[in-house]
């Protein structure tokens, strides 16, 4: 047989799609990439949070410009609360920057740990990537600047995605350079570059319970009528209550109704900060990226009474349930007052870091044994079926909710809960499609 006739022919090139789901938190980021049919969490093992593999600190060292990740044991030097800038609104450029330079590094890592960790899968594809981020977001009537935190974050992941798959080292100077930098500008750049890029139109922003309501969503798990999700950051509590809905198309994936969506600035940090204060304590003896000592542990430390502190905590349980109130009043208000979950208790997902700490799980055992519509039902989730996540502790998945959701394509996530894209990013919408 003729050499050119041989029956040999070369294996077609498999093109894939992947969605970097991409929780970028004030104390910890996660990452969680999505296949079609299954999700992949990123470790990050030595730079990550002893105990967890997948929580990475959000820190960022410096030195002589060049920028590198770093676990929390080498932070003395280093620049941490990225993300608080972000979330009080006050950034100013060198902010964004090393921002742009952190996530960078973040992208780097978790398509390298994927490329390695599964390159017979992946070695040989075409792929394409978007990237789908959480944000600060809610939906009251003084949330106008939504928009503009988005379109700037937006820049700020491009630039970090950008630099991400050019070679060298990552700068300020470079971020500096690639910073705000338009599309047309990459068409000179190497056909091998060029391919690993995204446009910015890839690029999503969504409210942070939207991912987190995406994923339970998807779940086969995922009962219909009212929920409320209670999302305790290092920075911030996000608290979204939204009803589960079964389309006519007996077919078709459950959708959700997101009514009230409402963030403030009560996290882990605040309630430090207060019960400090409130303490008369040094308050440099604070550190996100400890584990926060029990109430005795803590009163022991400090020669104080539990009594003590539990009294210098008050005013931080006061404005957490009073928030939590809120929400609930006006869903019942504006949104259902005739949801038989009222009487039941709402069943309600606690999640975050802060989700752990006593003084929260008093006040959600608080609203268990209140009278309807401040009564609640806890409920907690076990990690869905598709998630592939080595040696997660138990009881965490919550802590990867928000990536985990994420990584859903943003037209699914879009469709999930009911919210209308613009221009990448997804904004309130309160109403089902």
């Known amino acids: 047989m003729p050499a050119n006739d041989t029956p040999y022919r070369h294996k077609a090139v498999t093109s894939k799609h992947l969605v970097i789901g991409l929780d970028f938190g004030a104390a910890f980021t996660r990452v969680v990439i999505g296949d079609n049919r299954v999700k992949y969490a990123v470790p990050f093992d030595a730079l990550a949070q002893p105990g967890n593999p997948y929580l990475l600190p959000t820190i960022l060292q410096v030195k002589d410009g060049h920028c590198r990740l770093v676990s929390a044991l080498e932070a003395d030097d280093c620049r941490e609360n990225l993300k608080f800038p972000l979330i009080a609104r006050n950034y100013n450029y060198e902010d964004l920057l ?3 330079a952190y996530l960078a590094l973040v992208f780097r890592a978790s398509r390298e740990w994927l490329l390695k960790r599964y390159a017979d899968r992946y070695g040989h594809c075409q792929l394409s ?24 974050f937006r820049q700020v992941l491009h630039t970090a995605w950008t630099l991400s798959v050019l070679p060298g080292p990552v700068t300020l100077k470079r971020v500096r350079q690639y910073m705000g930098i338009d599309d047309s500008a990459f ?3 190497p056909a091998v570059y060029r391919a690993r890029l995204i446009s910015r139109d890839a690029i999503h922003t969504f409210p942070g319970c939207c991912g987190q309501i995406c994923g339970y969503v998807h779940s086969p798990r995922c009962d219909l009528d009212l929920h409320m999700l209670i999302d305790i950051g290092a920075s911030t509590i996000n608290i979204a209550t939204f009803a589960v809905e079964k389309p006519a198309d007996i077919n078709a994936r459950n959708r959700c109704r997101l009514y009230t969506c409402a963030i403030e600035p009560f996290g882990v940090d605040y309630m430090l900060n207060r019960r400090y204060e409130n303490l008369k304590l040094p308050d440099d003896d604070i550190n996100l990226f400890r584990d926060i000592p029990d109430l005795a542990t803590f009163a022991q430390a400090h020669d104080l009474s539990e009594k003590e502190v539990r009294f210098a905590d008050a005013l931080y349980s006061g404005d957490v349930a009073r928030l939590i109130n809120r929400v609930l009043d006006e869903t019942r208000r504006e949104h259902c007052p005739e949801s038989v979950s009222w009487e039941a208790g709402v069943p309600t997902f606690v999640y975050g870091g802060g989700a752990r700490l006593e003084i929260v799980q008093s006040i959600i055992h608080s609203h268990e044994n209140k009278t309807p519509p401040h009564r609640i039902r806890s409920v907690r989730l076990n990690p869905p079926d598709d998630l592939l996540a080595e040696h997660l502790p138990a009881d965490a998945y919550d802590r990867l909710s928000m990536a985990y959701g994420l990584s859903f394509t943003a037209e699914e996530i879009s469709q999930a809960t009911g919210r209308i894209e613009d221009s990448g990013s997804a904004l309130a919408h309160d109403t089902v499609a």
């Open 98 to 100: 090393r921002i742009a």
């Open 129 to 152: 990537w978007s990237v789908n981020a959480g944000l600060p977001e809610d939906n009251r009537e003084d949330s106008g600047d939504n928009a503009e935190l988005s379109e700037t």
């Open 187 to 189: 068409a000179s750049f």
